[in-house]
Each structure stands twice: as C-alpha cells, then as structure tokens.
C-alpha cells in the first residue's frame, strides 16, 4: 500500500513538473516536451490517492470512537500542513513576485485547511484536495459520533449506489453539493475494497463496487477511462493476502515520505524551476530541484512526524483541544440516542463472507494516506466542487 501511495505522489509530481506548471503558467522559462503527452495524465494519482484514503480510513476508523478518530486525524493531517504551509509561504514571499502571491488573510485561513470556505485562496494550488479528504473524515466521524462506526461496511456500498444513481438522474446534483458523487466516488470504491478484504466478497459488495466503477468509467472505452480503470484494478490486487503480506525494502519510508512530498512539491518546484531552469539546462535543473523537494519533504517528516517529542506535544495538544470537545459531543450524542443505537453490534449485522457472521480486521496498511493526499493520503464541508488539478 506504501508503494502505491508513492506511485500516486510521483505521478502527481510529473503532472506538476512537466505539464501544470507550465500549462497554467506559473513556469514560463521552459516549454513542453514530447513527454508531456503522457504527464499529463498525472493528475489522476489524485483519484488514486483518494481511493486509498478510503481503504485506509474504513480499515483504520474500525472499533475506534469518535475521539480516537478525531485526534488520529488530526494528528495525521495538521501538524505536517501547518509546517508545509510556513515554508510554502516564505519561498512564495521570497521568489513569487506578481505570478505567486501569499498575505496574512489568506495565510491564516489556510491554517483550517479548508481556506475556501472562508472565502480566500488556497495558498499551494494542491491543498484543494485536502478539502476532500477533510470532509470524507468528517463523514466517517459522524457516523462514528452516532454509533453507526458498526455498520460502516453496510454504508458504503450504498453510498456509492446513492452515488451511482444520483450520477444517472441528476448528474447537477453531483457537482453543487458534497456527498453526492464526483470525487467521493472514488472514496466508496476504496472503502467497499476494505469491506472485501475484511468479510469477503457478497453480492451486495459486488453492487456496490460496480456503482463505484461504472461513473469512473464513463461508459466509454477511452484512454482516460482505461487508466481510471487501472486504478481501479490496482486496488483490487490488495485482496490477494500474498499481496497483502508482501513488504518491500523501504516501504515504510516511502509511504511517509508522501504526504510531506505531496504538501510541499508544487509551488516550491514552480518558483525554482521558473527561476533556475531555461530551454538549455532544465534537464539539469529537473533532478537538483526534486531532490531538494524531496530532501525538504524528509526533513519534515523527521522533525515533525517522526520525532517523538514532536508527536507527544501534538499528541498532547489535540487531545486536550479536540478531543476533549469530542468527548462533550459524544455525551451529548448518547443522551439523546435510543439505547440499541449504543448496544454492541450483534454478529449477524456484520455481514461476512455468507452474509453474516464476524470475520478478521483489514490488516491496517503501515503508514496512512493523503491524507492522499496522505494521503496523505489529496484528501475534504460545503463548497464549491474545484474544476481540478488543474487550479494546482
């Protein structure tokens, strides 16, 4: 799972590097080049990112409450944004000129993560996915929040069949509201793949993985949607336990290594390559600059996510702030849920491999996603769906 999410990093990357940048001129020292045919398609590691999100987050959000799930999350997502988003503004003051710009306003509403509901800018055009992580994350909470945590393998394939059909009925409605199709589609195929691994194939999982697939595929045999398509697939090679069980050398480094990667690469490779690469050198200047993003995205994850003073104060900070908040909640919640809402599931509810029954937890990948973004893992309340990677 590691390596996918590092996949989907480097395909972003190329998309950025090689075609956005340029394209959207944020980079205008260089021009295409014939590869470009083919990174341009990198956006969809975003779509990739967003499907691993949502097997990781089904496998992880099991037999949690809703404030281990709310500081995990936290955890996960802000510290490593927070510190992305600093140097991200500091290279923008320093190198962006009139092309890229970052002020205080704009700044302080990027700290929630979700700037554009409070009307300002992203201030890294890649942070527009994080909205969908956030608000797949609080879906899933409050499903947690209510008790309903138990029964998130029924709710997904019927998610995505609400999906399915709103996308056939009312294709409108799936762009001016969140929940209701676009991008989350790919957070149900996610989260029903999950559901397989744990209790294995049923019909009702066979629906549901279908009405997440056939919107991705647009009903049509294009390139765009084979590649769609080989996402897809991808995942579902995860059911295989050989697959599961396999560990390749430095995958828990690269997993880590992705959202970092992913929050710091996009502005800071525009301004070094706008201002340091022309026609003559940029196949020069392309490696130096992604090693130094790379390099950067290391430091950040050494000295923020890794370090174990760094992850006991914002272990400390959250749950104290956000966690006590959710345990209010959560009492509030429950004086007001019937009892059998707070019973413990019965057996039969979880359907298994014959419809019922208990089956084993999905092995929880070793590092989480985007957020994507991490994963990570892209990966997000009520706005305006974003025309794409293409405003990154």
Do not use: C
């Not at 003051?93 to 009139?98: E, F, K, P």
């Not at 050198?281 to 992604?290: A, C, D, G, H």
């Not at 208990?358 to 769906?385: M, Q, W």
């Amino acid at each position: 799972m590691d390596y996918l999410r590092l996949l989907a990093a480097v395909s972003v990357v190329a998309f950025h590097y090689l075609y956005n940048g340029i394209h959207n001129g944020k980079v205008d020292s260089i021009d295409h080049e014939p590869v470009t045919g083919v990174a341009q398609y990198g956006y969809l590691g975003v779509n990739f990112f967003f499907m691993i999100s949502g097997y990781v987050i089904f496998a992880s959000a099991r037999g949690k409450t809703a404030k281990q799930f709310a500081v995990g999350r936290a955890l996960r997502l802000y510290p490593a944004f927070w510190v992305a988003l600093i140097i991200t503004a500091v290279f923008t003051l320093i190198l962006g000129g009139d092309t890229m710009t970052v002020n205080l306003p704009q700044f302080l509403a990027n700290l929630t993560i979700v700037p554009k509901l409070l009307d300002q800018p992203v201030v890294d055009g890649v942070y527009w996915t994080l909205l969908y992580e956030v608000q797949f994350y609080f879906l899933v909470f409050l499903l947690i929040l209510f008790r309903q945590g138990k029964r998130l393998e029924i709710l997904m394939p019927a998610w995505a069949i609400l999906m399915f059909y709103l996308t056939m009925a009312a294709p409108d409605m799936t762009s001016s509201a969140p929940y209701l199709g676009g991008y989350f589609i790919w957070f149900a195929g996610g989260a029903i793949i999950a559901s397989i691994v744990e209790s294995g194939w049923s019909a009702y999982r066979v629906v549901g993985l279908l009405a997440a697939y056939l919107p991705i595929s647009h009903f049509e045999l294009t390139l765009l949607s084979g590649l769609k398509t080989l996402i897809f697939v991808t995942l579902l090679v995860t059911l295989s336990p050989a697959v599961r069980r396999l560990r390749l050398p430095g995958s828990q480094t690269a997993g880590a290594l992705t959202y970092p990667l992913y929050l710091l690469h996009a502005h800071i490779g525009y301004l070094l390559l706008d201002r340091f690469a022309t026609e003559e050198n940029k196949w020069f200047v392309y490696p130096l600059i992604l090693t130094f993003v790379v390099a950067l995205a290391y430091a950040l994850h050494q000295v923020v996510e890794k370090n174990p003073t760094s992850r006991r104060f914002w272990a400390w900070l959250f749950a104290n702030t956000l966690g006590r908040f959710v345990g209010l909640l959560q009492r509030l919640v429950d004086l007001v849920l019937p009892a059998e809402a707070m019973a413990p599931p019965d057996a039969s509810e979880r359907p298994g491999r014959d419809g019922g029954g208990s089956a084993p937890p999905v092995p929880a990948p070793p590092s989480e996603a985007l957020t994507t973004a991490r994963s990570g893992a892209p990966s997000a309340a009520s706005t305006r769906v974003p025309a794409g990677p293409e405003e990154s």
